[in-house]
């Protein structure tokens, strides 16, 4: 008999081990219009499509509780699944939450937990119609799956990009990144120190970003008022650069970044040069930032081009001509991700 | 202020954090048929309905991998979802499916989970449209979600019994109850005797009952082909007399089940005697067996009367009549339920 190797799913990465696994599975059932490989599976509904995406949280990979706020960590679970329906161009109606909790909760924890799922299905309009209440011997596990809808016609895939579409992006990146720098330094100053309190009033906007993880619904219905339908589009859960490669892969096209335009808050770009990190890395590779990365048709650039909220920070070209970042003296250079790596 | 006050979950148990959370929240989107409450929630979709479940299963909690095989495992996490849409009466066919795995996992033990996911897949005829892989610093957690449909006019909830239904369930039961007892003990002879193989021949049903759950799919189509709609319908995942209560909390009836009906196969009579369990306990009380509960109206009784594989185990009456347990020698005592608890 052969020895069994043993392969190392760090050597895979995330991306790999989907792949590999996803390669082995075919659908069968019609209604199955689309499955892995975009930010949500899409179903046929009738006139219009569901729209299925799932999450999963876990202590100490994905959050800390030692300084997430039980509430803010309900809110986040929602929000990072409502992200996904929103980056399909659609809308959240419906969610499930499980949870694996350890006995060292109380009630009381828990209904702080749901006081942020509930404030999250306010904010995004879904109703909470399911879920698993289990204990955990170890850490904290929230599994979220959102349930929403879209017109058939209204969909964005990741692949829909064309040639010379204009890339925007909403709001500002590398923020959550740069809080969760903030918080880290924090918890290692009360570990050293418990009498202290933390100094975090400054790197309120940056801590926000971390911990209240908003989806951008405004901009899927504002995208919808203006009449503008993106090409592509995907959420930025890993950072721009990765992000921005899942569209180029997909819609097999090049992209050309420019530095100049990154949109970068001031805190975050003040506390970034703090901590001795390039604002620009943050702004790239930073992930958790949960805005939306999609490309529009040229014609639409001018209903859109004065939106306080989205920035268009660069184009599609042609995949032969790579995917590239434009640094502020006008140098063209190779756009390099690297994502968040939860292996 | 006000001392705080520490409730523990286990006081409340699980249907009791269940209640107490779902009671603050409220469905706001039409699209939401029913939400918290039954086996699957249920959302319109034009002629249809689409249903939605969502099972976690966690390591130390669920299942133990010093004998659970993870192909088992991967099978067992699609089949209990698949049984909740089962006892729906509909039809399962996207499931989602998250994981969180520590990196003692290899890419090869990864690849044996997925490989139970695609058996089952092709079972039930069901598309692995999404998930999540994430790492976990804990042990292995599986969290899937079903998607499934079925016809309005075909859905059953667990509050559509009447008077004088007649009471089903299919399969056998305590069986997967007594396969854990018998895992269980092999366990600790092995880690006593680490050189000693475990004898699992003579238990091999009862083990496949608690390693191999299967989802009732067969009787939801046979109950169709008959033209058979239950009245009401829940699956045995905490017990027959746990569900039963269900079926009377939410049809706002009482039921009788006589003990010389219930379904006990030889293997688990006799290995519960063996394990000096009471057999009708193991039956009444035993998790795990996902087989279907259901109610039919007295007409329907002579299209399934020589089913095989459904027994009549009793029936409906008023809810002032109480839950009743009919002895064989015709006494009538208290049902109790003890459904298991994860708290």
Redesign the interface.
Known sequence: MAE?????????G?FG??K???E??T???P??V???GDD??V?D???EY?L?????L?????FDLSYAPLTHLGFKAVAVNVSDIAAMNGIP??I?V????S?R????A??AL?EGV?FA?EAY???????????????L?I?V?A?G?VAKDKITYRNGASNSDILCVTGDLGGAFIGLQVLEREKQVFLENPGMQPELEKYDYLVKRQLKADARMDIVHELADFDVKPTAMIDISDGLASESFHLCEQSRLGVAIYEDKLPIAKATYDTAVEFNIDPITCALNGGEDYELLFTIKQDDFEKIKNHPDIATIGYMHEETKGRKFITKNENMIDLKAQGWK??
């Open positions: 069994e190797k043993r392969t190392e799913i760090n050597d895979l995330e081990l989907i590999r696994i996803s082995k599975f659908n069968q059932n209604s199955t689309f499955g892995i949500a599976a179903m509904c009738g006139d569901k299925v995406s799932t999450d999963m876990l202590e100490g990979v994905h109606e419906q499930t499980s949870i694996g909790i006995n909760f109380s009630l009381q828990v209904e749901y509930k299905c309009k879904v109703d909470l119609v399911g879920g698993d209440t289990t204990s955990s011997q170890a850490g596990v599994s799956t349930v809808r939860h292996f």
